[in-house]
């Protein structure tokens, strides 16, 4: 899994669907992920459903959930699989929808497209296949019931629009059911283009609450979380079950109802900007340290500024000398344990250490004795903390993907 940097989009796709290529064609193979069988039964597919299966579609099952427990699906449904591979939960969305339903197959991969195609030509079975991709759905707007879909959207690059295009397609009310993996780690170092990493399934998860914060962008309802799954546990390979640990990677099932209509812009723009986002946005990113000292800086030294340019245009402005100099040392507080929570990443002490030693001569000059030199070094030292602590962390997920050897990271440590 040793990376190469620059890929575009097209490169993504192309190894995507390689892979997927292999798993349709070569089932039998060695993959990083559980496939056919194995891959059912893990993951809880009930054996009287597994029984519906024929043999060839079953041997190419590679999800990630069993997204049926959303029970999503009606009977008469115009239903899309979205990601259907093989054809696994197209065939078993068939059985639900009944003789009066139709399931819409689509999946990105030609051989997996063709596989199902023949099987169900085979069976006279009432199933459309098309080959296209999550972000460009070839539906018409308000034309689908239901929606499920396993694994896919990891492997999009585009989520945001996938999921803006699986609300398109859906009528008011419509019903989506999906199984998909999800990490509590963002991946932040600068793999996002390489497409090997990408089809390992975690660099191109999502946190899971981002996830479901962008199905309520798009305009879904009454989200839910039915399960976690830790898919990663049946992985064959031991740098992929290191990755997805490192990473707090897992497989969720998720259930949503379709809005009326999607938001406006305005109600958009409202959710994007709520700050517990943000919050969770510097925090999942190892920013918390950078913020704290932001604001320790700009509490000192920016309202020092503004105090003495409101008294150059004539306006007086008294400072409460204690309260100032507390909230600084709140702040610089914070920034030190901002850096120490790092070591739960990194495991080394050094930023730490530096952070205590910076913050002990900030709060020297603010509380024992005030020397403005002093101040500066400082906040100077607990700059360097705060970069050391994100240089460390990069590092340690570059170590994990593969992205640099184990002896080079221990190196620079």
């Not at 009432?126 to 707007?141: H, K, M």
């Amino acid at each position: 899994m040793v990376a190469i940097l620059g890929y575009s989009k097209h490169q993504i796709t192309s190894a995507v669907q390689d892979m997927y290529t292999r798993v349709a064609e070569m089932p039998h193979s060695s993959f990083h992920f559980p496939v056919g069988y194995q891959a059912l039964r893990a993951l809880d597919y009930p054996p009287q459903r597994i029984s519906l299966l024929p043999t060839e579609i079953a041997d190419s099952f590679a999800g990630v959930g069993y997204p049926f427990n959303g029970n999503a699906i009606r009977a008469g449904d115009t239903t899309l699989d979205l990601g259907a591979g093989a054809g696994t939960d197209s065939i078993l969305a068939l059985d639900l929808t009944g003789p009066d339903g139709h399931v819409l197959s689509l999946d990105l991969t030609s051989a997996m497209t063709r596989k199902l195609k023949q099987r169900a030509d085979a069976q006279g079975a009432c199933i459309d296949v098309i080959q296209a991709t999550a972000e460009r759905l070839p539906f018409t707007s308000n034309s689908i019931d239901s929606i499920t879909s396993n694994g896919a959207l990891n492997l999009v690059p585009d989520k945001r629009r996938a999921i803006a295009e699986m609300f398109r397609v859906l009528k008011p009310g419509g019903r989506v059911q999906l199984a998909d993996v999800v990490i509590s780690q963002p991946v932040t170092v600068d793999c996002d283009s390489d497409p090997r990493l990408w089809v390992e399934c975690v660099v191109g998860a999502t946190v899971e609450e981002n996830l479901l914060a962008m199905l309520g962008d798009a305009g879904f309802e009454s989200i839910r979380v039915i399960r976690h799954i830790d898919y990663f546990a049946h992985s064959p390979s031991i740098q992929t079950r290191e990755v997805a640990r490192s990473f707090g990677a897992c497989s969720v099932e998720i259930a949503a109802r379709r809005g009326d209509q999607a938001p406006g812009l305005l109600r958009q723009w409202l959710r994007r900007s709520d700050p517990r986002r943000w919050l969770s946005f510097i925090k999942q990113r190892g920013f918390l340290g950078v913020s704290a000292l932001m604001l320790a800086l700009l509490t000192c030294y920016g309202l020092l500024a503004a105090t003495l340019l409101l008294a150059l245009m004539g306006i007086q402005l008294t400072l409460d000398l204690q309260l100032w100099a507390g909230a600084i040392g709140t702040f610089t507080a914070l920034t030190v344990f901002a850096v120490a929570a790092g070591k739960r990443r990194h495991h080394q002490s050094m930023p730490t250490v530096i952070a205590v030693a910076g913050a002990c001569l900030v709060f020297f000059s603010l509380f024992i004795s005030y020397w403005g030199v002093v101040e500066l070094a400082g906040f100077m030292v607990l700059l360097w903390a705060v970069i050391r602590d994100l240089t460390l962390r990069r590092r340690e997920e570059a170590r994990h993907l593969g992205l640099i050897p184990t002896e080079d990271t221990d190196a620079a440590k």
